[in-house]
């Protein structure tokens, strides 16, 4: 049987997509002030989802038909991406609990070593760095 593959860039940008689109919506929750700079990186998220869906789109289309093959996706190539969208979670749910500059101290030295950044000098700067743009940010707004 012929089938069209779907390139995966569909999925992945319909996922991220859909998951922006929640968080910006969970990002109208906070405070008027504290939610511009999530709303801000969130529209940026969405948008770019959004190209990267109509990219895969387009390559979908161009895409030939082929036999389906018997190669199927093992649990261990979804463990990365289902690890990090266990950290997006877990950073979303202490938004709410902690606040926007504490959850993004803790998020940031997390995913940095999670993907094996282990150099202290520059997690530490890294984050406070963030911190420090997004404290500015608020101001000048």
Do not use: W
Request: aromatic share 12%; with cysteine; hydrophobic share 55%.
């Amino acid at each position: 049987m012929n089938i069209r593959l779907i390139d995966r860039d569909v999925l992945i940008g319909l996922c991220a997509t859909i998951i922006g689109l929640f968080m910006y919506n969970e990002a109208d929750k906070l405070n008027a002030q504290a939610s511009i700079f999530p709303k801000v990186i969130l529209g940026i998220f969405i948008i770019l989802s959004v190209l990267l869906l109509f990219q895969g789109i387009r390559k979908s289309i161009k895409n030939k038909y082929v036999q389906s093959s018997n190669t199927k996706m093992s649990i261990s190539d979804l463990k990365i991406p289902f690890i990090m969208f266990l950290f997006i979670l877990l950073y979303v749910i202490l938004l709410d609990k902690l606040g926007f500059y504490i959850s993004t101290a803790i998020f940031i030295p997390i995913v940095m070593l999670f993907y094996k950044d282990n150099n202290m000098i520059k997690i530490i700067t890294t984050t406070f760095g963030t911190i420090l743009f997004i404290v500015n940010f608020h101001k000048k707004m």
